[in-house]
């Protein structure tokens, strides 16, 4: 039975890569900040005690900021595999914290590459690179666009991305990038822009909120649906060699369109309910991300099969059962036809 390491396990990526494993039958390990408040919603579901005979899943207090503890847990657990997917990731905030968003996502990546090189044992390593690395490079984007970073989220994203590839190049690790593109959910932070509007639309609906306020609605980003994603890291690390692999629907949509989406869903006027925040502008924007992933297709066999007005459906549903209303029901629906034999939840 293959070891798996997760660092982020409790964020959206995570917990769909922890579910994704344990359908593969693997023992999955999760690293997870001590706080005084639990913030292990997202896999509250597949929490099984670990005194329980049979049970494969088991979290590990550690923080991407202490090497000695991230050592301590590769070196005890000896993982297979490890993904990740752990950092300070949202953009707009990295503005705000940039000393800690460099320390927790770009030396972060070094602490764990250093502990498993010290630790001698053969482990496939994934880091979640991000299409914000690209920044003002010219879309769409692929493995050899140039990366013109515009945020310190995204520069940390760089300093890391090389860091694998020294570690690569260096000491024979295998080690792969993956530079995913948006990828949302029902799961998806509430901050992140892609649920502030769909958790926005279904607390309008629901009489619970009155304005949206958003900043920036002419960037344009690549939306696609995160499970798709998260299959796609663990077949990087099941391929005979490593890979840098950009990873994307290959559509361009405004932040606009998605809020004139969410809203025609519910079948309201969007232009009613959206105000401007200037609070929410970042000090450098980036204007349109788009991927070119010749690569993926060609090497791991992608092929997304939600695109954005689909995703969109998903979201608005899930958001709208949070707040106790019933869904319209096009995004239950689409998830049933094109994955009639999903290995996650629905949340």
């Known amino acids: 039975m293959k070891k798996a390491l997760i660092t982020g396990i409790t964020g959206q990526d995570g917990s769909y890569l922890a579910e994704f494993l344990l359908s593969k039958r693997y023992k999955v390990h999760g690293i997870i900040r001590r706080a005084s408040t639990f913030n292990t919603s997202r896999i509250d579901h597949i929490y099984v005690d670990p005194h329980k005979r049979g049970a494969r899943l088991f979290l590990h207090y550690g923080d991407l900021s202490d090497s000695e503890q991230i050592s301590n847990i590769i070196y005890n657990i000896k993982p297979d595999e490890v993904y990740h997917l752990g950092a300070q990731s949202h953009v707009r905030v990295s503005f705000d914290i940039p000393e800690y968003s460099g ?23 994934y880091q979640a690179s991000s299409s914000e690395m690209f920044g003002v490079s010219n879309p769409p984007q692929n493995e050899d666009t140039p990366f013109k970073p515009r945020s310190p989220y995204a520069c940390a994203k760089v300093y890391a991305y090389w860091m694998v590839v020294n570690y690569r190049k260096g000491y024979n690790i295998f080690a792969s990038n993956g530079v995913l593109f948006n990828h949302e959910s029902p799961r998806r932070g509430e901050t992140f822009v892609s649920r502030k509007i769909t958790r926005g639309v279904a607390a309008i609906l629901a009489k619970k909120q009155d304005y949206l306020y958003l900043g920036n609605l002419e960037a344009k980003r ?64 980036v204007g349109e991300l788009v991927a070119d992933s010749t690569q993926a297709k060609e090497n791991l066999g992608w092929q997304p099969k939600i695109k954005f007005k689909e995703l969109i459906r998903i979201m608005v549903d899930a958001d709208m059962r949070k707040v106790g209303l019933k869904p319209i029901g096009e995004g239950d629906k689409i998830l049933k036809e094109k994955f009639p034999h999903r290995w996650w939840r629905i949340d």
């Open 103 to 125: 320390n927790v996502t770009g030396l972060g990546t070094t602490r764990i590459l250093e502990a498993i090189r010290r630790s001698g044992n053969k482990v496939r390593f």
């Open 222 to 285: 690549d939306w696609g649906y995160a499970p798709e994603y998260v299959e796609m890291m663990w077949k990087m690390l099941q391929h005979d060699t490593s890979l840098d692999t950009v990873l994307g629907v290959g559509e361009s949509h405004s932040v606009k369109e998605f809020v004139q989406e969410a809203f025609s869903y519910v079948g309201f006027d969007w232009e009613k309910y959206v105000k401007f925040d200037p609070r929410y502008l970042r000090p450098t924007e």
